[in-house]
């Protein structure tokens, strides 16, 4: 199963069992990952799961969609090109090992 690190501004790291086909949000809610409280349930009408993915691995989750798109102009903490909604990345085994930021701003 992918594992995927959560990270938060204090330092601290989670790593969480990600199973492929859930998103990367899902994840995050049933390991009470600090910062991702997913208000919306996963509909990208929130931003509250908003993460920066690292720099390095950008490439590997590709383009937030249109809907994404626009709510991340609407997330508390400021956007950023690596910017996207958690509920939005579908997690695979081309993610293990993914490193993501979770803003300040959520904490
Ligand atoms: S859970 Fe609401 S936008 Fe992702």
Redesign the pocket.
Known sequence: MPIVIFRTPDGTQRKVDAPAGSSL?QAAVSHDVAGI??????????????VYVDPRQVALVGPPNDV?DE?LDFTAAERSPTSR????IRVSDALDGLVVHVPEEQI
């Open positions: 949000m409280v997913a208000e919306c349930g996963g509909n990208a009408a929130c931003a509250t799961c908003h994404e709510m909604l958690s509920c939005q």
